[in-house]
């Protein structure tokens, strides 16, 4: 099993778009579920995290502009962004604690990642 982002692309300063993270296969449960990013040159950083419950976290950065949501029956994580600025370009990861079958341990997971430019 892995991690499989999508919705990454190129958009306008102002402009919004909208990533989807999901499980490759069947798994057993998915527990907290984070958006990650990374620029060239810098640190992966959080951008987004959210239990099992709904509860989310966000960075200071994405507070207002970035909502992060959940479909647990699809085991599906999304990450609206609005508002995108040309700081925002990055490669977006997701990351994710998930069981893939009943009885096995609860690892952690990351996708490949989605690349996100922001430009005029």
């Known amino acids: 099993v892995r991690l499989v982002e999508s919705g990454g692309g190129l958009v306008q300063p102002g402009g919004s778009l909208r990533l989807a993270c999901a499980p490759s296969g069947d798994v057993f449960r998915v527990a907290t579920m984070g958006w990650y990013r990374q620029a060239p040159g810098k640190q992966r950083e959080l951008v987004a995290e959210i239990a099992s419950d709904g509860i989310t976290n966000y960075a200071d950065f994405a507070k207002g502009r970035f909502t992060s949501s959940r479909d647990n029956a699809k085991n599906t994580m999304y990450l609206q962004m609005n508002s995108l600025k040309v700081e925002d370009t990055a490669v977006y990861f997701c990351?994710?604690?998930?069981?893939?079958?009943?009885?096995?341990?609860?690892?952690?997971?990351w996708g490949r990642g989605t690349q996100v430019t922001v430009s005029s």
């Open positions: 990351n994710a604690d998930l069981t893939e079958d009943y009885g096995m341990a609860t690892l952690n997971y």
